[in-house]
């Protein structure tokens, strides 16, 4: 599970053996989440314990470097 970008306290990975949809897992203020690798960057699953605020800044960051993170998935998943 390589870590693609780290941002203001957001870890962001891409799993070696994860499937379809292109998406990200993220560690942020002790909760976890995935997003979606499009330009809204839609949530696929969230803790529980996840904060609203930690949500908005994943999002935004995924947002921001969504060309690089694509191109960590393609590179990791080689399509």
């Known amino acids: 599970m390589p870590k693609v970008h780290e ?3 957001c870890k962001f990975t891409i799993f070696v053996a994860d499937h379809d949809p292109k998406h990200v ?8 989440l995935s997003l979606y690798l ?13 904060k609203a ?3 908005r800044k ?5 947002r921001e ?5 694509l191109s960590a998935w393609e590179q990791i998943h080689g399509r």
């Open 53 to 55: 605020g930690d949500l």
């Open 7 to 9: 941002q203001e306290g």
């Open 25 to 32: 897992h993220i560690e942020v203020g002790g909760a976890k």
């Open 65 to 69: 470097n969504l060309s690089k993170l």
């Open 58 to 62: 994943a999002q935004r960051i995924t």
């Open 38 to 50: 499009d330009k809204d960057a839609n949530i696929k699953k969230t803790s529980p314990n996840l």
